[in-house]
């Protein structure tokens, strides 16, 4: 079989335009958190009056830890806020000593499991190396009960113990009789949380019966979508998933058209340079490239709640002729 070898002339670029477009706009709006913080104000600050010994409370290690769910826009303005409130509470009392400032961005607080920063947070606090942990609030921190007070709990029973300050609350739970407090106000950060998740749940499924298409672009080569909201075809990178199935076509296998993408140095919606087979047999198998989109391909145990939810429903929409 002759394969007649094909190019693909694009632009040299680690990443895509929108994904440009995206981190440019989260850029900016924590260049201007920074700018904030970095500018002098006249700001008179009043010291809080500790109870007991001014020794007690001298040298403390302090770390803090920030979170926010999603990568929206909105969120990267709130997520730089908290690291740079934080650091200069921090670097500016003079009993305390910096130690960190622990985050996951994007992730959701319902579960320790994937959060990485938090997770190095506890084992530095397992470690000996903070005294004190600074937060937002109870959400911020966690969203599982069962988890906030185990998690507290281990950190109150280290040697030498480990608070956590909750700044919303005004809560410290070194303090004996914190944990009722915490406890309460950490169950309805959960119920907040399940509440959320099933309204969300609940309107996707809703759109999936008038036939609303509901996906997002941002791992999608070849779409995007315009301020208003409504997909359109990113001409740069649609090239590239003509150039893939046309590959495809002539008779390459999935793994000898990732290494021609690789050779290329054409990169992937996410920047990388290396492409996987993997990765071109979920383009090729995509029905949104023949203008279908089938929603509900998978959904978690959600019979119970909403017994309608069985069926796939499947939207003809034309995105790429």
Same mark, same amino acid.
């Given at each position: 079989?002759? #394969?007649? /070898? &094909?190019? @693909?002339? #694009?632009?040299?670029? *680690?990443?895509?335009?929108?994904?440009?477009?995206?981190?440019?706009?989260? /850029?900016?709006? *924590? &260049?201007?958190?920074?700018?904030?913080?970095?500018?002098?104000?006249?700001?008179?600050?009043?010291?809080?009056?500790?109870?007991?010994?001014?020794?007690?409370?001298?040298?403390?290690?302090?770390?803090?830890?920030?979170?926010?769910?999603?990568?929206? !826009?909105?969120?990267?303005?709130?997520?730089?806020?908290? +690291?740079?409130?934080?650091? /200069?509470?921090?670097?500016?009392?003079? !009993?305390?000593?910096?130690?960190?400032?622990?985050?996951?961005? $994007?992730?959701?607080?319902?579960?320790?499991?994937?959060?990485?920063?938090? =997770?190095?947070?506890?084992?530095?606090?397992?470690? $000996? *190396?903070?005294?004190?942990?600074? %937060?937002?609030?109870?959400?911020?921190?966690?969203?599982? %009960?069962?988890?906030? @007070?185990?998690?507290?709990?281990?950190?109150?029973?280290?040697?030498?113990?480990?608070?956590?300050?909750?700044? %919303? /609350?005004?809560?410290?739970?070194?303090?004996?009789?914190?944990?009722? +407090?915490?406890?309460?106000?950490?169950?309805?950060?959960?119920?907040?949380?399940? =509440? &959320?998740?099933?309204?969300?749940?609940?309107?996707?499924?809703?759109?999936?019966?008038?036939?609303?298409?509901?996906?997002?672009?941002?791992?999608?080569?070849?779409?995007?979508?315009?301020?208003?909201? *409504?997909?359109?075809?990113?001409?740069?990178?649609?090239?590239?998933?003509?150039?893939?199935?046309?590959?495809?076509? !002539?008779? @390459?296998?999935?793994?000898?058209?990732? =290494?021609?993408?690789?050779?290329? =140095?054409?990169?992937?919606?996410?920047?990388?340079?290396?492409?996987?087979?993997?990765?071109?047999?979920?383009?090729?198998?995509?029905? &949104?490239?023949?203008?279908?989109?089938?929603?509900?391909?998978?959904?978690?145990?959600?019979?119970?709640?909403?017994?309608?939810?069985?069926?796939?429903?499947?939207?003809?929409?034309?995105?790429?002729?």
């Amino acid at each position: 079989m002759i #394969i007649i /070898e &094909k190019r @693909l002339k #694009i632009q040299e670029t *680690k990443k895509w335009k929108k994904g440009r477009r995206t981190e440019r706009h989260r /850029e900016e709006e *924590k &260049k201007r958190i920074r700018k904030g913080f970095s500018e002098n104000q006249t700001v008179e600050i009043i010291p809080a009056k500790y109870k007991g010994s001014a020794a007690a409370h001298r040298h403390l290690r302090v770390a803090a830890y920030c979170r926010v769910s999603t990568y929206e !826009d909105a969120q990267a303005g709130s997520f730089e806020l908290q +690291i740079q409130h934080f650091k /200069e509470q921090i670097t500016k009392n003079q !009993d305390w000593q910096f130690v960190n400032v622990y985050s996951d961005e $994007g992730v959701s607080g319902t579960s320790i499991r994937k959060r990485f920063g938090f =997770q190095h947070m506890i084992a530095d606090c397992e470690a $000996g *190396k903070i005294d004190l942990i600074l %937060t937002k609030s109870i959400s911020r921190f966690t969203r599982n %009960t069962l988890d906030c @007070l185990d998690v507290v709990r281990k950190l109150k029973g280290l040697n030498p113990p480990v608070g956590v300050c909750f700044e %919303t /609350e005004n809560l410290n739970t070194i303090e004996t009789n914190s944990e009722l +407090i915490l406890g309460v106000i950490s169950l309805v950060a959960q119920g907040e949380s399940e =509440q &959320k998740s099933a309204a969300i749940t609940w309107s996707f499924i809703e759109r999936c019966k008038k036939g609303i298409a509901v996906f997002s672009t941002y791992n999608l080569l070849g779409y995007d979508k315009d301020r208003f909201g *409504k997909i359109i075809i990113a001409d740069d990178e649609a090239e590239v998933v003509r150039y893939i199935y046309s590959l495809y076509l !002539d008779g @390459l296998s999935v793994r000898e058209v990732a =290494q021609q993408l690789t050779e290329q =140095q054409i990169p992937t919606i996410r920047g990388n340079v290396v492409w996987s087979g993997s990765t071109v047999r979920n383009i090729l198998r995509n029905e &949104k490239y023949c203008g279908d989109v089938l929603m509900q391909k998978t959904f978690p145990n959600c019979n119970n709640k909403f017994p309608n939810c069985n069926n796939k429903l499947n939207t003809r929409r034309t995105f790429m002729q």
